[in-house]
């Protein structure tokens, strides 16, 4: 096939590198502040800082049982372990893990609680006052993950917009040099490859925890390809020229 003579970004004019490098600024600190904030939500889901497997197994699978499938369970064996001796609390946490069966609310529960966390928990404004069946009944609720309905607009939003970054990220550097035309085209279609895989591997992971793997590396292969990308095409635009003994500034 002929090869097409065409622009290269290291002698493109002057007003379309700065408007390209100007994008590129902009969407390199949005990558890292998109990274920043999949640390801050997802990273601290397990209680840890730092993103793991199960950030995204508790993010998108839930936590359906283990000692912290309920707010009740994870408080009885973590800041409430003191405010009640064991059998209380191995009682309590037998009924949540039982999925806190209203018919023995009356009977075996609210006396416990009455008893054991009222002075707190019906008397300082501002804390859930769990004697009350519907608050107890927030902190008995299972945590089944994302909801379809989040994880529906969520995906569609990822699509839309990180395609339209990534489309404008793979245009400018459809201009760079020095790439076999395959290795650049592969390049190209990568990000848009495992944004898909990415999208997909949340639907996956809500059914199947096996497949939170798959979370971490379709966002570590795109934003590789994307970061290899932004940083080629602003060497060729402003470094490249440079070494070549001209002036990135040249109209
Ligand atoms: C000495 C006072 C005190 C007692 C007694 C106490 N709690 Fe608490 N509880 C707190 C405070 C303060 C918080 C908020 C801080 C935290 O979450 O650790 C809290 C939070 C909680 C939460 C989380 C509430 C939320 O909205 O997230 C649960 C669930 C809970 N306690 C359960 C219990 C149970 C069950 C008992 C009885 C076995 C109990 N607590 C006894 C003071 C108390």
């Given at each position: 096939m002929q090869n097409i003579q065409r622009f290269t970004l290291s002698d493109l004019a002057l007003p379309i590198k700065t408007l390209y490098t100007g994008y590129l600024l902009a969407i390199g600190l949005g990558l890292l502040m998109a990274g920043m904030q999949i640390m801050l939500t997802h990273g601290m889901?397990?209680?840890?800082?730092g993103l793991s497997v199960d950030d995204i197994v508790y993010s998108y699978?839930?936590?359906?049982?283990?000692?912290?499938?309920?707010k009740l369970e994870s408080k009885l064996f973590g800041s409430m372990k003191d405010n009640a001796p064991p059998e209380v609390r191995l009682t309590l946490v037998k009924w949540a893990d039982a999925?806190?069966?209203?018919?023995?609310w009356e009977s075996n529960i609210k006396p416990l609680v009455d008893q054991y966390?009222?002075?707190?928990?019906?008397?300082?404004?501002?804390?859930?006052?769990?004697?009350?069946k519907a608050v107890m009944d927030q902190m008995t609720k299972r945590d089944e993950g994302m909801s379809i309905s989040t994880l529906t607009r969520v995906s569609h939003i990822h699509l839309f917009g990180v395609s339209f970054i990534f489309f404008f990220v793979g245009w400018i550097f459809?201009?760079?040099?020095?790439?076999?035309p395959k290795v650049q085209a592969a390049l190209i279609l990568t990000p848009f490859i495992f944004l898909i895989v990415d999208v997909a591997s949340w639907w996956l992971t809500r059914m199947n925890?096996?497949?939170a793997w798959l979370v971490i590396i379709g966002g570590f292969v795109y934003s590789l390809a994307s970061t290899i990308m932004i940083f080629t095409s602003l060497y060729q635009m402003w470094i490249m020229p440079l070494r070549q003994g001209r002036s990135p500034f040249a109209e």
């Amino acid at each position: 096939m002929q090869n097409i003579q065409r622009f290269t970004l290291s002698d493109l004019a002057l007003p379309i590198k700065t408007l390209y490098t100007g994008y590129l600024l902009a969407i390199g600190l949005g990558l890292l502040m998109a990274g920043m904030q999949i640390m801050l939500t997802h990273g601290m889901a397990d209680g840890k800082f730092g993103l793991s497997v199960d950030d995204i197994v508790y993010s998108y699978h839930g936590n359906h049982d283990g000692p912290n499938a309920t707010k009740l369970e994870s408080k009885l064996f973590g800041s409430m372990k003191d405010n009640a001796p064991p059998e209380v609390r191995l009682t309590l946490v037998k009924w949540a893990d039982a999925g806190a069966p209203a018919n023995e609310w009356e009977s075996n529960i609210k006396p416990l609680v009455d008893q054991y966390c009222a002075p707190c928990h019906a008397n300082m404004p501002g804390l859930a006052n769990i004697t009350d069946k519907a608050v107890m009944d927030q902190m008995t609720k299972r945590d089944e993950g994302m909801s379809i309905s989040t994880l529906t607009r969520v995906s569609h939003i990822h699509l839309f917009g990180v395609s339209f970054i990534f489309f404008f990220v793979g245009w400018i550097f459809t201009y760079a040099t020095g790439f076999p035309p395959k290795v650049q085209a592969a390049l190209i279609l990568t990000p848009f490859i495992f944004l898909i895989v990415d999208v997909a591997s949340w639907w996956l992971t809500r059914m199947n925890p096996n497949f939170a793997w798959l979370v971490i590396i379709g966002g570590f292969v795109y934003s590789l390809a994307s970061t290899i990308m932004i940083f080629t095409s602003l060497y060729q635009m402003w470094i490249m020229p440079l070494r070549q003994g001209r002036s990135p500034f040249a109209e």
